[in-house]
């Protein structure tokens, strides 16, 4: 989020301006807080403000926006409309600050977020990549709900806002993104519910139209290059076609409006098919707002107004730019660029003030939502929150948890896995990453409770012989490689704590290959052979590597990817080694060989593979190549077996209503061999299929069950595709029975090339836990509903 030195120059008398009125603010802050009082807008106590009409909070929400901004100056409406909102003293309005990020946790990488005094961090949960992995809804939403408590509690304590720009919900498209560590991974139906699960965690179910703290759904749309072979987002152009757009760029961003409830969209920096999209009403106002009907504002990323002007030469003035946006549906700016060109635009009949009235509608009402107009944040819901609900033990425990569940095991020979504190009393722990702290917790990270390192969290378990093996993940160097043998000689197991951090993989930073760095796969391969007992290779990255050197080596006997694990990593990463936690993660991308690399240019948008031009496709969806690992793969200590519990349904009927049928006879809306899912009744309840999932092994476990469905043969359709997914703990020998809902219109419609939704006619497989064993066909046919 940030833009060019040239462009900082250019409006640096702005900045100036901001930076005075911030010292101001400052100044003020701090007599504030020695008499104890946060400052807040509609204070009884003032006043100036006890008898306007937008401080009571008896009236409808829409009559108090509608009183406040018709209070406003056109000056004042214009500083309301970037982050960096000024203070309207005459009304008793404080000036706010917009831009706060809480990816997996709160964080400080925005200004509205301050560590400090009675908050000195907050609970760092892992890193969004390692939490997709536990595939587990409820788990999800917990984090949201921990992690808005601590955002209420700073909020209340005066040293945070209550709008934070997170979730990152992009999909995971290509396997070098620098950013693919934030997201949910290459699934749109997982990162979908990804969304709406940390979006409802966060905003909370308060009674009616209330928010506890503002949740927002970045980057849209087909954001996910930052920096690749000379093109960087602020001039990439995203040529994409209608049905990957429809069946996997916006799916989970209209999860997040639809089933989240979203109180917020972040427009990104690239253009999608020419146009800026903070600037393409089709994407702004007519899709996000009118099909999907956000109920909130739309924000630019950070400079992205002055992206479109300065550097994608978009508009011929500032002014244009300015108007063009907020009439495409953009209500807030992150950066100086319309509170500098909105008023010429006014002036040069660009704009209206009414279309400024709008925007700020907006934005206030999600304030008014979030009760920020309210009187004072203690006499509100959740103002009982402050120091004590941060980085309480409660919270540290759920951040322990969740990287647990999402540690994936990918290889285990024999039973090397669990390690035994009887049987390994010494273990060496070797690696770049076999101590580190901060890694751990990965991108727009904040300032952790505290950390347990890997090395610490074995330390727990056994005795521990330390060598780090490389100075850093680059591992340019292979001097220390010797010091790291003679440790796992002398040790009874060894561990390799190897991947990559934020000098490798990154905002800003997307990656050139797949291969560990460096000497990394020298010092693992040399370790491997040194160690007289099991060897164990722990991976620590966001992104995939191809370590198919150590899958095919017989000496490591297992691999372990951890993502980014968080404050308790190390603890976590410990627990799993030595059995006290049994792993059930599964991998949310695909694990690609690196020659992979050399058919798919980042700039290549394109999902499908097309065999004519020697495109291999992208994501488990659509590539049908080697892989290192798949999507969906992940061992345990134990093993479990899937039945389905009686007969399930083989034909499917889908009905229509009587208008259905006459559209469809006067205007010939059956394309092919499908129906359009909008011609049908949607309403039709599921079907319902039992699956039983044993523990047929001797610990106790628990289990992802993942659902696929394979539509009828179809050029324009995915061969696989994830349409639901169950978490299950079964004991040892025990028996789970789990519920499969399959919904005609949602589970077996597919988009076709013109992104149009429908249902195919024909058979359709159903993949029991991804396995073509434990499959049912279901036959899908048109039922004419009679009036």
Not at 94 to 115: D, I, R
Not at 455 to 473: D, P
């Amino acid at each position: 989020m940030s833009r060019s030195i040239s462009n900082f120059i250019k409006h640096f008398s702005l900045f100036a301006t901001l930076f005075i009125f911030s010292l101001f603010s400052l100044t003020t802050t701090v007599v504030v807080v020695e008499s104890s009082r946060v400052p807040f807008a509609c204070d009884p106590g003032n006043g100036v403000t006890r008898t306007l009409r937008f401080c009571r909070g008896s009236l409808p929400i829409h009559v108090r926006v509608r009183d406040l901004i018709g209070r406003l100056t056109l000056q004042e409406k214009i500083r309301l409309l970037v982050n960096n909102a000024i203070s309207v003293p005459r009304l008793g309005i404080q000036g706010y600050e917009w831009w706060s990020e809480a990816l997996h946790g709160v964080s400080n990488v925005g200004p509205g977020t301050k560590f400090g005094g009675a908050f000195p961090g907050a609970t760092s949960f892992p890193q969004v990549i390692t939490t997709a992995a536990s595939f587990n809804q409820s788990l999800w939403e917990e984090i949201g709900r921990v992690v808005s408590d601590e955002a209420r509690a700073m909020y209340n304590g005066g040293m945070a806002g209550l709008t934070y720009w997170s979730p990152n919900v992009n999909i995971f498209r290509d396997p070098r993104w620098g950013r693919g560590q934030e997201t949910p991974g290459e699934d749109p139906v997982l990162a979908g519910k990804y969304a709406a699960s940390y979006v409802r965690g966060l905003q909370g179910n308060g009674a009616g139209n209330r928010l506890k703290v503002a949740a927002c759904c970045k980057h849209y749309t087909a954001y996910d290059l930052d920096n690749w072979n000379g093109m960087d987002r602020y001039h990439f152009n995203a040529r994409v076609s209608k049905q990957d757009l429809e069946d996997t760029y916006n799916v989970p961003f209209k999860a997040c409006v639809v089933e989240g409830k979203v109180a917020s969209v972040m427009c990104s920096y690239n253009q999608v098919n020419g146009k800026p999209t903070c600037a393409d009403p089709d994407i702004l106002k007519n899709t996000i707002r009118g099909q999907w009907r956000l109920n909130g504002y739309i924000v630019s990323d950070c400079d992205s107004v002055g992206v479109l002007y300065d550097n994608q030469h978009y508009t011929k003035t500032p002014e244009e730019a300015a108007a063009g946006s907020i009439k495409a549906g953009l209500d807030l700016d992150c950066g100086p660029f319309l509170a500098l060109h909105t008023e010429g635009a006014i002036q040069r009949r660009l704009l209206s003030e009414e279309d400024v009235n709008l925007a700020l509608a907006n934005t206030i009402t999600v304030q008014m939502r979030l009760g920020m107009f309210d009187g004072a944040p203690t006499a509100q819901p959740f103002g009982n929150l402050g120091p004590s609900h941060v980085c309480n033990p409660a919270h540290q425990q759920l951040a322990l948890e969740a990287a647990r569940q999402g540690i994936v095991l990918l290889k285990s020979s024999g039973r090397a896995l669990p390690l035994s504190t009887r049987l390994h009393h010494t273990v060496a722990v070797i690696g770049p990453n076999s101590d580190v702290t901060v890694t751990m917790i990965g991108n727009y990270a904040g300032v952790a409770c505290g950390y347990t390192s890997p090395l610490q969290g074995i330390a727990r378990y056994a005795r521990t012989i330390h060598q780090a093996g490389c100075r850093n993940v680059a591992c340019n160097e292979n001097q220390l490689i010797g010091a790291a043998e003679v440790a796992a000689r002398h040790a009874d197991a060894t561990v390799l704590v190897m991947g990559l951090d934020q000098s490798i993989e990154a905002e800003f930073k997307d990656r050139v290959g797949l291969f560990l760095p460096g000497h990394q796969q020298e010092l693992v391969s040399r370790v491997a052979r040194a160690s007289r007992g099991p060897t164990i290779l722990v991976l620590m990255c966001g992104g995939p590597v191809d370590v198919s050197f150590a899958k095919n080596d017989p000496r490591i006997s297992a691999i372990l990817w951890v993502g980014y694990p968080g404050q308790a990593g190390g603890t976590a990463i410990a627990d799993v080694l030595f059995g006290t936690a049994n792993p059930g993660g599964k991998l949310p991308m695909t694990w690609y060989p690196h020659d992979y690399l050399a058919k798919v240019p980042m700039t290549n948008m394109g999902l499908r593979a097309d065999p004519a031009r020697g495109y291999p496709g992208r994501t488990y969806r659509f590539y049908k190549g080697p892989v290192i690992f798949p999507f969906g793969h992940g061992l345990s200590y134990t093993t479990f077996a899937h039945t389905l519990a009686k007969a399930a349904p083989k034909q499917v009927s889908v009905p229509l209503t009587t208008t259905s049928l006459y559209t469809l006879e006067k205007n010939s809306t059956i394309l092919g061999n499908g129906i359009r899912v909008s011609h049908t009744n949607c309403n039709t309840p599921s079907l319902g299929v039992h699956v039983d999932v044993k523990n047929t092994g001797d610990m106790d476990g628990t289990h992802t069950l993942l659902v696929f469905s394979t539509p009828p043969a179809g050029k324009w359709s995915a061969t696989k595709q994830l349409i639901g997914f169950h978490k299950v703990h079964v004991l040892a020998g025990s028996q789970q029975t789990v519920k499969v809902d399959i919904h005609v219109c949602k589970h077996l419609s597919i988009v076709d090339r013109f992104g149009i939704r429908r249902i195919p006619m024909g058979e359709h497989n159903i993949h029991i836990g991804g396995d073509l064993n434990h499959s049912i066909s279901l036959q899908t046919a048109l039922e004419e509903i009679k009036p």
